[in-house]
């Protein structure tokens, strides 16, 4: 089964994207902060298909943890997906410049629609077996 | 003395001078040469006188021999007959023979007979012989040498009696043989007759005289001559007698014809120069005069006239073609000039006058000026005093306000001070105190700069204020525990010197704080909100999706999700609008500007809302877009949230009809019309369109409505605005639909195409 790693310090937003993939036939493993993410993630014998990685976390900041997967050439080709409940443009442009392949405004999307966006991703990276097209999606206010 | 007379008097004495000068030289040389020829002539007459004696001489000579070679008188003198004597020797025969003497001697020089006569006389006596004449007969006397038969002895001999012409010849036979039997002497005195008739051979007066005569200086001549006056001349001459011893002098006169001749011919002569000489002097006065003179006078009297009557009309022209003419033409033409320029002296001395009058004319005027001055000096110094009152009132008054204004600077809550152009502290306020904690310390400029030197040089700030005239403000700056905010200003006098400095600083640092929450609860808020809200949101959303389905016949739990879901939705919006508008309004958002064709955004939107509309069954329509649509200069994702706000109103306030999207080029904007049918908007509420939180309702919410948060026009306000464009109400007619637009700046490159 595909593998989604979601890395995310606050439980509401991590139970609930939990249940988001799990619901949705994917096997979801959790961490709740950029330190243990890392460490997981470097344990994991069978490596996540995607991560979802929330940036404002203590300690380690998202960004961090995204710097040093994209370093690490073990886990470097794994698509990550930043997640955020800030709306700043220059976020999203400094994630992305990081390695992350999409730039998630969390209350903007409903979890069905991220998962969505995570399938594109899966199914993108499926067929190229490469690092997929870098795309920011954020969804206008309405 | 006058030029003529001067003239005259040269031309007189210069021909007089020349002409006396010529006659006497002319006299000279010819009376010379007539005495020349006198001279001459006076040595030819003395010679011939001298000719004459000797040719008497020679005659007595002849006489003599005729006696002295004859037979009678050889016997006569050796045998004294008394025969010969009385036949042939007689006072008759003397007087026939024209002798003085004849002296018949024998060869001892004695007498034998003589005979002398007086032929001037009647007297018929035998005179005596002269006494003197006797030692002559002695032997040995020169008469008596007589070396040869022929031999003669003649000449002269001057005794007292007078001058002898002597002949004496040895007395021979007639046929001239010897021996000599004596001597024959005849004499003949040069008397008066015998003069007389040399006078008459050689027509000259003769005259013979014994003494010395005392004008006479022979010097190394034999002769001399003598002028006693005009009318004879005198030649004088020495003749010697036989002996060479003695002499006497004969003058010969004669009278001076020749040189008489001369003198007359000379008189002759210069009364002819006298007349040439008139002639001429006549001749070249008159033509002086005629030429020179006259015309001199006549130009003279002509400039004398114009002198005396000083009128300068006249000709002084004189006539002719010499120098003089010309002369006096220059003078004509001089006076002409002169004319010329007297009159324009004359001008001159008019216009003169006139600037005199009004000069005069001036001088009454600033006489009077000078008076009204005087009265103005008076005024003022009333007034003067009024002003000095006034000063003193407005004085008192100054320092009420001045008071005032310093109690009002103290009071005011930002530090205030006033430096001097040279950067002293003159005046502060007590704010700057607390700002600085100066408390009893003395407040300086040097503490100033000394507490804010870590973060604001102030020497060179006031140097470049000073500089450049600008004013200079930080907005923040530490100054320990504090934020403070800096404003420097140069204070500019009336002529545009800067008299000094204005420094105002203000205590932001609670402001700061209050930022600093703020801007910390902005991101709590962001971020604490957003994050329950979306828990909710996306739990309900899964609750919808995977558990609803499982629950049958429940309407209500059915319908209480779909609530809480639908809430959870608007709060997130509402959120997302409040910190969105908050942000704005501080004016924190800077917009990344990108050239972006709007009609993709736009498609975009439409499609976002296809669903919408399809459902409430309206028609959306985007008019075509110009082919050369510049591109606009905004930032996608915001420009993408006006459009949308604007679009959705239209859908979200339509019920029937449609929704019409015009997009063209408008000036160097870009507009983007949206027209619908829907509810429109009332007059009164066209007033509060573009505020907070209002929301132009007539209706009653529908279901639609519940994403409306009453920030949309105003979020999208403030975002065009902010990009460099507009956003208006076109036209609202309630029941009839509403006509929005918005206005975007072009892109620059693409300004060009205009």
């Known amino acids: 089964m595909t593998k989604i790693y979601i890395v995310e310090d606050d439980p509401l937003m991590s139970r609930m994207y939990e249940k988001a993939f799990r619901l949705n036939g994917y096997d979801v493993e959790l961490a709740f902060d950029g330190e243990e993410g890392l460490k997981k993630l470097g344990d994991m014998k069978d490596k996540p298909t995607v991560v979802l990685l ?40 400094k994630a992305l410049s990081l390695g992350a392949v999409l730039y998630l405004v969390k209350s903007q999307y409903d979890p069905k629609e991220v998962v969505e966006k995570v399938k594109e991703i899966i199914s993108g990276y499926e067929r190229d077996d490469d690092v997929p097209e870098v795309k920011v999606a954020t969804k206008d206010s309405k | 003395m006058s030029l003529r007379k001067k003239t005259i008097l040269v031309v007189v004495l210069t021909t007089i001078v020349l002409m006396v000068s010529v006659y006497l030289l002319t ?84 007498v034998v007979t003589s005979q002398r006569v007086d032929l001037e006389s009647d007297q018929d006596e035998n005179l005596d ?50 021996p000599i039997a004596g001597y024959l002497i005849l004499g003949r005195f040069l008397d008066e007759g015998l003069l007389s008739s040399f006078s008459g051979l050689i027509q000259l007066d003769i005259e ?46 004669f009278p001076r014809t020749i040189y008489q001749e001369g003198v007359k011919a000379l008189k002759l002569f210069a009364s002819f120069y006298v007349v040439i000489g008139l002639v001429f002097l006549v001749v070249v006065g008159f033509v002086l005069e005629k030429m020179i003179i006259k015309r001199l006078t006549v130009l003279g009297g002509k400039v004398d006239k114009i002198r005396s009557t000083r009128n ?46 009004s000069i005069a004319e001036k001088n009454k005027t600033l006489e009077h000026t000078q008076r009204a001055v005087l009265n103005v000096l008076e005024d003022l110094e009333v007034e003067k005093k009024k002003i000095e009152e006034t000063v003193k009132l ?64 102030l020497d060179a700030a006031l140097t470049k204020v000073r500089e450049s005239g600008d004013s200079m403000s930080k907005e923040e700056l530490v100054l320990g525990n504090k934020f403070i905010k800096l404003f420097l200003s140069p204070v500019v006098g009336v002529r545009g010197k800067v008299i000094g400095h204005l420094l ?15 801007e910390e609860f902005f991101a709590i808020a962001s971020h604490e909100l957003r994050t329950p809200l979306t828990a909710i949101r996306g739990n309900m959303a899964m609750i919808k999706d995977f558990i609803l389905p499982n629950i049958d016949n429940n309407p209500d739990l059915i319908e209480m999700i779909n609530d809480s879901y639908d809430g959870s939705v608007r709060l997130i919006a509402i959120v997302n609008d409040f910190l969105d508008a908050s942000r704005l309004e501080q004016g924190k958002i800077v917009f990344k500007k990108e050239p972006i064709d709007i009609g993709t955004i736009i498609d975009e939107v439409t499609k976002d809302l296809e669903g919408v509309v399809l459902e409430k069954k309206l028609t959306l ?119 929005f637009s918005v206005n975007l700046p072009i892109a620059e490159d693409q300004s060009n195409k205009v």
């Open chain 2, 27 to 110: 006299s000279k040389i010819l009376l010379s040469e007539f005495i020349h020829v006198e001279d001459r002539e006076v040595v030819s007459n003395i010679k011939r006188l001298e000719d004459v004696i000797d040719a008497e001489i020679q005659v007595l000579n002849t006489k003599t021999s005729d006696w002295s070679r004859w037979d009678d008188s050889y016997r006569f003198v050796t045998d004294r007959n008394q025969e010969f004597i009385d036949s042939n020797l007689g006072v008759e025969s003397m007087k026939n023979l024209e002798v003085n003497m004849m002296v018949f001697l024998d060869l001892s020089g004695q």
């Open chain 2, 621 to 739: 329509k985007i008019e075509d877009t110009p082919a050369d649509l510049p591109k606009v200069l905004v930032e996608r994702d915001r420009v993408k949230q006006i459009i949308f706000n604007l679009i959705g109103n239209a859908v979200h306030y339509t019920r029937e009809g449609g929704i019409i999207i015009k997009i063209f080029k408008d000036g160097n904007k870009v507009k983007i019309s949206v027209t619908d049918t829907g509810v429109g908007i009332s007059e009164k509420n066209q007033q509060r369109l573009f505020k907070k939180f209002q929301q132009a309702q007539e209706e009653v919410l529908t279901r639609d409505m519940t994403k409306s948060t009453g920030l949309g026009l105003y979020i999208s306000k403030m975002l065009a605005e902010g990009m460099g464009g507009s956003i208006s109400l076109d036209n609202s007619e309630v029941g009839k639909g509403s006509t």
């Open chain 2, 312 to 357: 300068l009309d006249q000709s002084v022209i004189v006539e002719g073609s010499d120098e003089f003419a010309r002369l006096s033409r220059n003078i004509d033409d001089m006076l002409t000039d002169l004319r010329v320029a007297q009159k324009m002296v004359e001008e001159r001395d008019r216009e003169i006058a006139k600037e005199a009058d």
């Open chain 2, 504 to 518: 105002l600083i203000e205590d932001i640092t609670e402001h700061k704080m209050l930022e600093r929450t703020r």
């Open chain 1, 54 to 93: 929330d940036i404002m976390m203590p300690k380690m900041s998202g960004f961090d943890v995204l710097k040093e997967i994209k370093d690490d050439k073990h886990l470097k080709k794994i698509p990550v997906v930043a997640l955020t409940n800030l709306a700043g443009k220059d976020d999203a442009e």
């Open chain 2, 394 to 457: 407005r004085t008192l008054e100054l320092s009420e306000e001045k008071s005032k204004l310093e109690a009002s600077i103290n009071s005011l809550p930002v530090g205030f001070a006033i430096l001097s152009p040279d950067r002293k502290l003159l005046l502060h306020n007590s704010s700057l105190n607390t700002i600085f904690d100066w408390g009893g310390e003395d407040v300086s400029i040097e503490s100033l700069k000394e507490k804010l030197i870590e973060s604001f040089d």
């Open chain 2, 208 to 253: 013979v005289i014994l003494d010395e005569v005392e004008s006479v200086d022979f010097g190394d001549k034999p002769y001399d001559i003598l002028r006693p006056n005009d009318e004879v001349i005198f030649g004088v001459t020495k003749i010697y007698d036989i002996k060479n011893e003695k002499y006497f002098i004969s003058k010969v006169g």
């Open chain 2, 129 to 178: 012989l002269p006494t003197d004449l006797l030692p002559w007969f002695e032997s040995g006397s020169l008469l008596l040498e007589h070396p040869d038969l022929d031999s003669n002895k003649s000449g002269v001999i001057i005794l007292e009696s007078g001058v002898l012409l002597v002949s004496s010849q040895p007395i021979v036979t007639s046929l001239g043989e010897g």
